[in-house]
């Protein structure tokens, strides 16, 4: 029986499969508002082609590189977004100081379009105006070279950069002196890159798009792909229309993960029909995914004890060590804790560890919903640990499937993006360019911020991003970035991060994906890595949004060339051809090899991934089974009344780009204002489906609120609640974070929620 609700401002419940009819017209209207229409189809049809660029959206791989245009409307977004016809001049940067500009939300700011020129900040004016490049570099490195340490210096990279740009600004970091390089990952899948190598010796996903033909049962935890990775759903749909079981763990009905339809399947479009995803939806407790994984390994123990032969013996012993530990620890864990914690019952992980049981091949996908959490990277590791269990490595359909997030994110720390650098890269180095790299690591997002916030850190360069925003707690962020000396951005768009002026601050225009990079040698492909970790060429044709922009490789290269006296770095030589760049990766890091020569194939080359033949680079050569300390995964605090906050991207944002105000499949439209409560959870505090409330966390010693909040009735486990990011990220304290890994735990934030106080 439904219930009768009051009617809220646009909330309207929407009942239809996801993808299907809606999203080419969400596409076009995409198009109609930034672009051209001349140029559109034709750059939309450029979009992971042999010849084109890989689309800005998400890292997810193509299935053949040869084949037809595979549609993606949050791809066409952000295409479409970048290649806008909109511009952000001088002329109304000088009508528009900075101060007036902070009053605007993200959405705003972004929608102004395209940076043009290089700016610099006029304290005078308060304005963004003007400068030309060279005298900007030669300010730039003044400041830096008068650092007292060169560890008070910030690099931060958003994964959107190239291979070839990432390298050139981890080359600039090291030859400079210091490894501080926070990054988008630090607030991602560090605790992949940390909790894997741990388990399997290496912090990368370890399926190709072939293993999902090959799947029996896929397990999807914590991840939305129907916005988040739209073209995982064409891969979804194929696997579930041969009725290969897909089970989800997520405490929101996400209706991509329920029902798609296909915008390529003619006959789905023709029928307004779809297909049902999920086999099984289990509405699991915010950060109860711990319990429920070590649910489903402990009954997976108790059915081989019964039945026998449920583990792959072989594989365990010949593989694996520790699994007498963990096996002890999964005895010893109670079922009233597991159900308690995950919300889940007995029964239900049973039924699954039945079907996990009869699989020959699992994948595992999973993505934010287990990372971001205080205990994100022991999450990890037991996900390894159940695919260790039915020996799901190194066999076809079988594996694990980190979603990445940004483009190419996974390409950046595989070129040296990390604030801790192996001893082995440093020395390789070192013996190729001749100058000796700080051995000591460096600072992580969190702990660049906290530096930047006590004033340790006085300078942060930015390769893209939104470094103020994307982090936890602005009362913290933001006076910490105006305390600094000195910032520089990289961007396409204007972003509150670039505002936070410090004593001088630099915006600095570059060319995006889309656009044609040429330097001296003629026109430039940039190459990025996906997922699954083929390394492939990209590049774009667009006509540069100002003739004022630079290459990120360009950029980097002259403020380095600049920044470093007696440079050993031939850094112009490098911009002037891109495959010298990759030729000095090839020589410093495995796995490169014949890069230049293997990237003229189309769809590229697959980075080296041990475990796939089941070789496991860890200390001892063996894969290894970790034991989770009891079940919960956050900090646990008393009070019947808190609930379990997960932060949110909606349908219309890319992280803090938010394209537009609606949230299609949640059915919120033109706002954001929003709190996802159950209707359990609702009527527990006497509130009422579009009740104005208050948001508090409820960590001890903080005081933080957001304020007059909707709260409206959602599909949502009983003691969750969702908000959307970044607007709640008013409410994470910055050192609310997963210790191992670093990772700010996003995703289950302890909170009140109270009937907002009307005052007269
Ligand atoms: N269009 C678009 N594409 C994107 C991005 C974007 O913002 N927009 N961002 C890119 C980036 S950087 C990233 S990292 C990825 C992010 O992609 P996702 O990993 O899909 O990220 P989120 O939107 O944060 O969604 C997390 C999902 O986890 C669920 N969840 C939350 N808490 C829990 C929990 O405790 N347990 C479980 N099981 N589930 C939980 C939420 O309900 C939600 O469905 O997408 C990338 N692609
Ligand atoms: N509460 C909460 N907070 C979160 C998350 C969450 O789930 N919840 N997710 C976290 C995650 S997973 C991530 S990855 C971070 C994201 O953190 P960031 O990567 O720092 O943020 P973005 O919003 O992706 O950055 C957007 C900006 O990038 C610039 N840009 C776009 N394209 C290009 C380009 O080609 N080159 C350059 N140089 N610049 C470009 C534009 O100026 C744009 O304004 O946020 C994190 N923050
Ligand atoms: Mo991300």
């Known amino acids: 029986m439904t219930k009768q609700r009051r009617s809220v401002p646009g909330v309207h419940p929407y009942d239809g499969p996801a993808g299907g009819w809606g999203a080419l017209k969400a596409t076009a209207i995409a198009v109609r508002t930034q672009m051209d229409n001349l140029t559109a189809p034709a750059t939309l049809l450029r979009t992971n082609q042999p010849d084109g660029f890989d689309c800005p959206g998400c890292a997810w791989p193509d299935k053949e590189k040869n084949s037809t245009f595979q549609f993606c409307e949050n791809g066409a977004k952000a295409v479409t977004w970048e290649a806008t016809s909109k511009r952000v001049t001088p002329e109304f940067l000088a009508a528009n100081n900075v101060t007036s500009l902070l009053q605007k939300s993200d959405f705003e700011l972004e929608g102004y379009g395209r940076l043009t020129h290089p700016l610099v900040y006029n304290k005078e004016t308060d304005t963004l105006q003007p400068v030309e490049w060279e005298t900007a570099f030669s300010r730039i490195a003044e400041i830096l070279q008068n650092v007292d340490s060169p560890d008070e210096v910030e690099f931060y990279t958003s994964g959107r950069a190239s291979n070839e740009a990432a390298y050139l600004f981890q080359l600039f970091a090291r030859e400079f002196g210091t490894n501080n390089f926070p990054d988008c990952s630090n607030m991602c899948h560090e605790a992949t890159s940390v909790g894997l190598p741990q388990s399997i010796g290496i912090g990368k996903g370890t399926v190709s798009l072939d293993d999902f033909d090959d799947t029996e049962l896929i397990i999807s935890i914590g991840h939305n792909p129907g916005t988040n990775h739209p073209r995982m759903m064409g891969t979804l749909h194929e696997v579930a229309r041969r009725n290969v079981p897909i089970i989800v763990f997520n405490p929101l009905r996400e209706r991509a993960l329920e029902r798609f339809a296909d915008p390529q399947n003619v006959i789905e479009m023709a029928t307004y029909t779809s297909t049902n995803i999920a086999s099984t939806y289990y509405q699991v407790k915010a950060g109860g995914d711990a319990a429920a994984l070590k649910g489903i390994m402990k009954a997976l123990l108790e059915l081989n004890a019964s039945e026998g032969n449920l583990l792959d013996n072989d594989f365990i ?251 050993k770095v031939p850094w112009m030589e490098l911009v002037a051809d891109y495959s010298i760049i990759r030729d000095l990766i090839e020589k410093t890091i495995p796995g490169f090899d014949k890069y230049n020569e293997r990237i003229a194939i189309p769809g590229g080359f697959r980075m080296p991934l041990p475990p796939t033949e089941r070789k496991w680079p860890t200390p001892t050569g063996k894969a290894i089974f970790s034991v989770f300390d009891g079940v919960t995964e956050d900090l646990v605090v008393e009070g019947e009344d808190v609930l379990r906050m997960i932060t949110l991207r909606s349908h219309d944002q890319y992280n803090t780009t938010i394209y537009a105000l609606d949230d299609r499949y949640r059915g919120v439209f033109g706002r954001r204002d929003i709190l996802f409560m159950s209707d359990t959870d609702l009527e527990k505090r006497g509130l009422e489906h579009g009740d104005l409330v208050d948001i508090e966390t409820a960590v001890q010693g903080s005081k933080l609120r957001l304020e007059n909040i909707t709260v409206i009735a959602y599909n949502i486990s009983e003691g969750s609640v969702g908000a959307y990011y970044p607007e709640a990220n008013v409410l994470i304290p910055l050192d609310y974070i997963d210790k191992e890994s670093g990772t700010p735990s996003y995703k289950s934030l302890p909170v009140r929620v109270v009937k907002h106080a009307v005052t007269a």
């Not at 022991?378 to 980190?402: S, Y």
């Open 317 to 567: 012993a010949e593989h694996t060590q520790g699994f007498e530990v963990f096996a002890a620890d999964m005895a010893s864990t109670s079922w009233d804790d597991i159900e308690k914690e995950s919300g889940l019952t007995r029964e239900s992980l049973t039924q699954v560890a039945t079907l996990y049981a009869k699989s020959k091949a699992t994948i595992v996908t999973y993505g934010m919903g287990v990372t971001q959490h205080n205990k994100g990277t022991a999450n990890v590791r037991l996900i390894a640990d159940l695919l260790l269990l039915r020996g799901n490595f190194g066999k076809p359909g079988a594996g694990i499937c980190p979603l990445r997030g940004h483009s190419n994110v996974q390409g950046n720390r595989t070129v040296g993006i990390t604030e801790k650098p192996s001893a082995a890269f440093l020395e390789n180095l070192e013996k190729v360019f001749g100058f000796v790299p700080p051995k000591e690591h460096g600072h992580d997002a969190v702990k660049a911020m906290e530096a930047m916030a006590e004033g340790r850190s006085k300078a942060l360069i930015c390769l893209g991003g939104n470094f103020a925003v994307a982090l936890p707690d602005p009362e913290k962020c933001f006076p910490a970035m105006k305390a600094l000396d000195l910032s520089v951005h990289v961007g396409t768009k204007l972003n509150r991060s670039h505002l936070l002026v410090a004593k001088e601050t630099y915006v600095f225009p570059c060319l995006g994906r889309t656009e044609l990079d040429l330097q001296a040698s003629g026109r430039q492909a940039i190459t990025v890595e996906d997922s699954m970790s083929m390394v492939h060429a990209s590049s774009g044709k667009l006509k540069p949004a100002s003739e004022f922009l630079l290459s990120e490789p360009d950029i980097v290269g002259r403020m380095a060339k600049a920044t470093i006296p007696h440079t």
